[in-house]
């Protein structure tokens, strides 16, 4: 053990790059937590049967809270460090889960909810943060996504264990999830304890020794004289001397050269990823295969849980192949096959289906076609696969590696906050969406999806295997309409290049300081 953490743990880049994943984690926990309760009659009693606007305020509410702890990590990640806000993050989660876990009203459920809220918005913009500020570039996408893989492990536990729990008569069958979700922010907290803080933080700080010391160990194992640890120091060192020169760290910083483009497709990503409709379809899938004509809770239960296996199934290429498929083929691709998936479940829903009464409610469902039943339960899974294969991975990788490390902390919580902008409005907006204009919602879901892939073709460069450092000058060769254009090898460079360029910056700055 040395410098407050574990150089053993710090050797391997797959378990440093990959543990804090957790974080995301937490997300997908609650997701479930919520989806699995919507039918749970013990759970509609204790909460007076909430109708389509108070049910999508309850599960807004997190998202409230997520916007605001995202745009916390502002102040939070550049003051305290990326290592302690994680371990804050664990922290509040924990509070928030007893809180949940021993509500006894709507609104203390929401002022949980809150809380929780809170420590994801945390958790999902500064874990991408750590990842790509201490990994490797050949296998940073590759970490970076399995934040995205954790959130759908995330869903697919706490649906297990609330479909176990709902074999349980009384308020443990949704009390007891609620509860057991603090577990994991307990093993995060005291796991991250044993991990190195981010060495360009550190740097930054003015700690050049514990950030060589802290490259040295998870990508020379111990040596500072590897060609590897020798370049990503040189190329920090480099960047954070220029940074300074530049000014103090300010919200101002975001509007200056080329950082408003960068924040613009930062924030724009994580916009689209959530107007994909993947969420929505993950919160309300009960909703889903209720319109589609499956009757009865267990079996609504079954084809979700069917659902959500496959989302964690068909992440796994994703991590795997992400830095050799490179971010845009990911995006435009991914947008294309979602798109095309909702049409069709709306189109299937608009032919076949009708105004029906289920539990006292109006609802849009399809009764005595099975094949449409079974067309739309099939495009539903073909969607989440599509999103699980491609933009649920990129969307929190490419934010967290197109921007300086000056701006990093402030750019990636804006785009991660306007994430959960966007999660909010649609939790909250899309029950009475399914209730009013039903079937119609599918396409208002796959036309979004279309707009992205054209946004994406002309607007997002490609930043597969370069350094957080070379990226630099992808966005510096310009062709902000035209991506295609900027060369492959464009930012590539060698030890002796940056060493170099150091001996020509010192060289210069000597003359001019004469």
Partial sequence: MCSGYSAAIASNPYIVGSFACIGGGLFGLDISSMSGVLTNPYYLREFNHPGSSAQGAIVAAMPAGSFVGALAVTQLADKLGRKKTILLSSLIWVIGSILQCASVNRGMLVVGRIISGLSIGIASTVVPIYQSEITAPAIRGRMVSLQQWSITWGILIQYFIQFGCSYIDGVASFRLPWGLQMIPAIVLFFGMLFFPESPRWLMDCERDEEALEILADVHGHGDKNNELVQLEYEEIKQQVLFEKSEGAKSYRDLLKGNTPRRVFLGCSLQMWSQLTGMNVMMYYIVYVFEGSGLTGTRVSLIAATVQYVLNVVATIPAIIFIDKWGRRPMMILGCLFMGTFLYLVGGLQARYGHWGTVDDAPVWIITGHDAATKGIIVCSYLFVCSFAVTVGPVSWTYP???????????????????????????????????????????????????????????????????????????????????????????????????????????????????
């Fill in 400 to 514: 967290a590696e197109i921007y300086s490390l000056k701006t990093r902390g402030k750019a990636v919580s804006l785009a991660t906050a306007t994430n959960w902008i966007f999660n909010f409005a649609l939790a909250w907006a899309t029950p009475p969406g399914f209730a009013n204009i039903a079937w119609k919602t599918y396409f208002v879901f796959g036309t979004f999806n279309f707009a992205a892939c054209v946004h994406f073709f002309f607007m997002f460069p490609e930043t597969v295997g370069r350094t957080l450092e070379e990226v630099e000058d992808i966005f510096n060769e310009g062709h902000p309409f035209a991506p295609w254009k900027i060369g492959k090898h464009t930012g590539k460079r060698t030890l002796a290049d940056v060493v170099g360029q150091n001996k020509e910056h010192s060289s210069i700055d000597e003359k001019e300081h004469v």
